[in-house]
């Protein structure tokens, strides 16, 4: 039997379940300069890009009403055209959606999800539904300006069914393998008890965060801690947390995000490797979550391999794909 293969301009789908792209602080008028931007910036990298219905209504200061949200989340990734999802934006609002997402489509669908933030709700759910992995990765609208690292590390994600990354680091020495996962602390955190929280025995947990002073991410890490979380985990990468450089109060009464990660690290005895360039930061990495990964970080510096990441079936490496890519 042939089988043609024709060369095809990977789709890059925009879908927006949390917060609407607006213009100043009165969260009513949708940025529409921005996004025009973003989509240029996206296609300048090769991607044909499509946006659900929604990516641009506002209700209150989310895109859409929830069902709104659902249906736009529901239309890109039931699109057998689309290879990539990635969110508009975070901000709040995706986990409003988990109960009446539909499941089942989600993983029949061959489209990768990437985003970051309120994002990982809707990551968390995946894996917790579905057992997909997916990417802890840029925001649409970070596009609008222009930044070579943040799109060769997320062009490289893209292109590649083995993962591997380098960067230098600080913390602990490791050497581990089990499942990469996580994503935003707060929003993490705020799934323990529900259905989309997952539960496996060999995780190495992924953080990131933004503007949570260092004794409210003890306190998110402490809640992982007591619900039995931690006692699953082999190591805790920690990425970006802007918002907790300056430590609470002065002199013997200060506490910053040092003396977290010391208290956290004493209480559970896991290796914390701090400093990946992950988080809400312009030139963030694109990483793997809900796939098995070796870890190491020695010598100062982190190395992530993974043979296991979420890749559409358009991609290379993917048995039955009928298609080129323009990049192959």
Not at 68 to 79: P, Y
Request: proline share 5%.
């Amino acid at each position: 039997m042939t089988i043609e293969v024709g060369v095809k301009t990977p789709v890059l789908a925009i879908v927006a379940p949390a917060r609407a792209c607006v213009k100043g602080e009165g969260f009513s008028i949708v940025d529409h300069d921005r996004m025009d931007k973003a989509v240029s910036g996206l296609e300048a990298l090769g991607w044909k890009v499509v946006e659900a219905p929604n990516t641009r209504r506002i209700d209150r200061r989310f895109a859409g009403t929830d069902q709104e949200r659902i249906a736009g989340l529901e239309a890109m990734f039931g699109d057998p055209n689309v290879d990539v999802v990635m969110a508009l934006r975070g901000g709040y609002g995706t986990a409003r959606l988990l109960p009446d997402i539909d499941w089942e489509l989600m993983a029949r669908s061959e489209a990768v999800l990437v985003g970051l933030s309120d994002i990982t709700a809707l990551s968390l759910g995946l894996l917790t539904k579905t057992g997909r992995g997916s990417w802890q990765g840029p925001v649409a609208t970070w596009f609008s300006t222009p930044n070579e690292t943040r799109d060769r590390r997320f062009m490289q994600a893209m292109r590649n069914d083995r993962f591997e990354f380098e960067c230098p680091v600080q913390g602990d020495e490791c050497r581990v393998e089990g499942l990469l996962w996580g994503g935003n602390l707060t929003i993490l955190t705020s799934l323990i008890g529900t259905p989309y929280f997952p539960r496996f025995e060999d995780g190495i947990l992924l953080i990131e965060d933004v503007a949570e002073p260092a004794w409210r991410i003890e306190r998110h890490l402490n809640q992982l801690i007591d619900a039995g979380v931690m006692a699953r985990q082999k190591a805790i990468l920690v990425g970006d947390m802007r918002g907790s450089e300056t430590a609470c109060g002065s002199g013997d009464g200060a506490f910053g995000l040092a003396d977290a990660l010391d208290y956290i690290r004493r209480k559970t005895g896991l290796p914390i490797v701090t400093g990946l360039p992950f988080g809400h930061i312009p030139d963030s990495a694109t990483l793997p979550v809900g796939v098995r990964a070796e870890v190491s970080s020695i010598d100062g510096t982190l190395c992530i391999v993974s043979e296991d990441v979420p890749l559409p079936a358009c991609c290379p490496g993917m048995e039955g794909s009928r298609h080129l890519l323009w990049w192959q």
